[in-house]
C-alpha cells in the first residue's frame, strides 16, 4: 500500500501554538510541482485529551470555517491543557471554489471514508484523517450547515451507536456544544467521516447550522460558542460554558417520514418557515410550473406533525430534490 503523500508542516507533539499546512504534492497544468496547502493550527499545553475540530467538509458551508479562522487567533495558550488541532476548512479545494464536491475529482469528502492513501486528492486527505490525525484524537467535532442548497435549524447531533456508553459520551458532549436545537441522528449513508470517528470509539459532535450558503452573526454566534464549549467539555479549554439564550430543544427524526421530496420540478411557493409547528396534512409549499402560466399549482403537505427542521433553497426545485425535513419535538 502506498504511504499517504500528505505531509504536515506543524509538529504534532510540540507544546505552544503552531500555525502551518498539510501539504498536498499535486501537480497539473497551472503548476507542475505544485502543492494543495491545507491550513492548520494546534494549540497544546502539556498533556490531556485531543481534540480535532473541522470546518467546511463541505466546501459551501460557512460557519466552520469563520468560527475557526477566528479560533486560530487565540493566544491564550495557558488556557488549555491538552491539544486541540483545528483545521478550518477540510476539503481545502472545494472550499476555494465553494462548492459542496471537490472541483478536482467531483468527491464528496463525505461520502469517501476511510479514505484512500493511493487514490485522488479528496480520498487521500480523508485517508490522512483515518490513519494519521484520528488516531490521536480523543473528541471530534465537525461543523457543517446546509450549504448553497438547504437551510437547517441550528442544532448539533449525535448518532445512535451500537456502544450504548459511547453513544452517551456522544450525547453529552453534543449537548454541551449548546446551540438552539438537539438531535440523535440516524443516517444509514455510507462513507461518512462521522461514522469513521466513531467506529474508532471517539467521541464525535456534528452539526448543522444554518446554510443558504451564507451565515448571519447569529449563526456565527453559535458556532463560536459550540467550539469553546465542546472543548471545555472534554476538560481541555480552561472556562465557563455558555449556555443556549433560549435553551436547547430536542428533537428526534425516528420516521422515515421526515423527509419531504419534490415530485416536480418548478417555483416554490412556500407557506412555512423554519422552525415552524406543523400539523400532518397542513399545506407546506405550492409548486408552480415555469413553462407556462394558468396551471395550477401542486401541493405539498406536511406527512407527519412535527417542526420544520430544514428547508431547500434556492427557490427552484427539480424532482427528487429535499423540500422539507420535518423533526419531532421531544418533549
Ligand atoms: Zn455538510
Redesign the pocket.
Given at each position: 500500500m502506498r504511504k499517504n503523500p500528505i505531509s504536515a508542516s506543524i509538529d504534532f507533539e510540540q507544546d505552544g501554538i503552531q500555525h502551518g499546512f498539510l501539504k498536498l504534492p499535486y501537480s497539473r497544468n497551472d503548476s507542475a510541482w505544485g502543492a494543495i496547502m491545507i491550513p492548520i493550527v494546534q494549540f497544546k499545553c502539556g498533556n490531556g485529551p485531543t481534540a480535532l475540530i473541522t470546518g467546511a467538509?463541505?466546501g459551501d458551508?460557512y460557519e466552520g470555517p469563520v468560527a475557526l479562522y477566528n479560533f486560530a487567533l487565540r493566544q491564550d495558550i495557558e488556557q488549555f491543557s491538552g491539544r486541540v488541532i483545528v483545521i478550518p476548512a477540510m476539503n481545502y479545494p472545494a472550499f476555494l471554489s465553494a462548492t459542496?464536491v471537490s472541483p478536482i475529482d467531483n468527491l464528496n469528502m463525505?461520502r469517501i471514508f476511510p479514505g484512500r492513501a493511493d487514490g485522488s486528492v479528496t480520498q487521500q486527505i480523508a485517508d490522512y484523517f483515518s490513519n494519521t490525525l484520528l488516531p490521536m484524537t480523543d473528541y471530534v467535532l465537525d461543523i457543517?450547515?446546509?450549504?448553497k442548497t438547504l437551510d437547517f435549524l441550528p442544532f448539533a447531533a449525535y448518532h445512535s451507536l451500537p456502544d450504548r456508553e459511547q453513544e452517551a459520551r456522544c450525547a453529552a458532549a453534543a449537548r454541551a456544544f449548546s446551540a438552539p436545537y438537539f438531535i440523535k441522528l440516524v443516517e444509514d449513508t455510507g462513507g461518512m467521516y462521522d461514522h469513521q470517528v466513531e467506529s474508532m470509539g471517539k467521541v464525535f459532535v456534528s452539526t448543522?447550522l444554518g446554510g443558504s450558503g451564507t451565515t448571519s452573526p447569529n449563526s456565527i454566534a453559535i458556532a463560536k460558542r459550540g467550539v469553546d464549549n465542546f472543548l471545555i467539555h472534554a476538560g481541555i479549554l480552561n472556562g465557563e460554558s455558555i449556555e443556549s439564550p433560549d435553551g436547547s430543544i430536542e428533537l428526534d427524526m425516528n420516521a422515515g417520514e421526515s423527509y419531504l421530496l419534490a415530485q416536480h420540478n418548478g417555483l416554490v411557493d412556500p407557506f412555512v418557515n423554519l422552525g415552524d409547528h406543523v400539523k400532518k396534512g397542513d399545506l407546506l409549499a405550492r409548486v408552480h410550473s415555469t413553462e407556462r402560466t394558468g396551471e395550477k399549482p401542486f401541493e405539498y403537505f406536511a406527512p407527519r406533525d412535527g417542526v420544520i427542521l430544514t428547508r431547500h433553497v434556492p427557490s427552484l426545485i427539480k424532482i427528487g430534490d429535499c423540500v422539507f425535513v420535518i423533526a419531532e419535538v421531544v418533549e
Open positions: 467538509n463541505h458551508e459542496r463525505n457543517h450547515s446546509g450549504g448543522e
